[in-house]
């Protein structure tokens, strides 16, 4: 059953001349009535009548088994915040945890600090994007899913044989979508080494045509490489911007660096960012924007932008 396309049909006479040639099989199949949940909001504001609940976010985020919600704890209650997981839980049996994401994130390693709601307790799971077994360990490793289209688009532009190298590769996502799509060779390198950890997990998991080669260390420091790499990819997105005039001694004439930086809001931010890179990399290099994308809001005063430039 597993490698079949099942399309639901009303009038199986009609099959043999819609398919030709094409084999199939006529099967049929009775499926579990779904069952029609009132909205969680509904259900909280029936057991807290005085939270009003329509103003809360009761979005989350799936990595793996694991939901993350976003609770503030001084406008949420503990108790609260409980029955949130719980309600969260009950409605999505292949979840098995719930974890609100607790203030900003702080530290070197970026991660951010979460608090268990519901389930068990487990902050470690398998995570899928596009195809890719990502090994998430939350409480000690940065992950963040909302950067999946980017992972994707970066591997997506990736050519054959490529020598690659990702500064803050943290649990490697971007590693990981590039080994698994096309033959390269990849230097991934974070300073965390439960990061290092769950990469290594990944590599053996996913069955990748490049080579994925993790190291533990500090990304400034640990390399003696000149004009040795065709991509670069710095996400440190606090302060990316600075490692421009490191990351292109590296980089082959002709190089590609990829980064994500945070930006002030304003009326122009692809104007802003633009001039934040002349001033790294104006006097020294030549280089061709080749994709530049206001990315997601990080904060009601903030941005991330996302882009590419091409380093002569
Ligand atoms: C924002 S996370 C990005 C992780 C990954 N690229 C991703 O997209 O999921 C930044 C990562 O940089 C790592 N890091 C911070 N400073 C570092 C340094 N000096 N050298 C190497 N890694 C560092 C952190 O441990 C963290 O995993």
Known sequence: MKDYVFFP??????????????????????????????????????DFPNVNWKEISLKFDQLGEIAVVKLDSTSVPDSFRQRVGELILSRYPRLKTVLNKRDIIEGTERVYPTEHLAGEKIWG???????????VDLKRAYFNPR????????????????KILDLFTGVGPFALHCAKRFSC??????????????????????????????????SQRILRLRNYFDRIIINLPQKSINFLPYATKLLKKGGIVTFYQFISKSM????????????????VNSYKELYIKVGREISPSKLQMNIDLQID
């Open 268 to 283: 122009n931010p692809i104007e802003d960012i633009r001039k934040l890179v002349k001033t790294k990399l104006g006097k």
């Open 147 to 162: 950067l999946a289209e980017e992972h994707h688009r970066v591997a997506m532009s990736g050519i054959q044989g490529e």
């Open 9 to 46: 049909i009303t009038e199986p006479s009609l099959i043999p001349n819609l398919l030709n040639d094409l084999s199939y099989q006529l099967q049929q199949l009775d499926f579990p009535q779904r069952v029609e949940y009132e909205p969680i909001a509904d259900c909280l504001q029936d």
């Open 125 to 135: 799971s398998w995570h899928q994007e596009y195809g890719v077994f990502i090994f």
């Open 185 to 218: 060779n990849v230097t991934a390198i974070d300073i965390n080494p439960f990061a290092i950890k769950a990469l290594q997990k990944s590599i053996a998991r996913n069955k990748l045509q490049g080579d994925i080669h993790p190291i533990i260390g500090d």
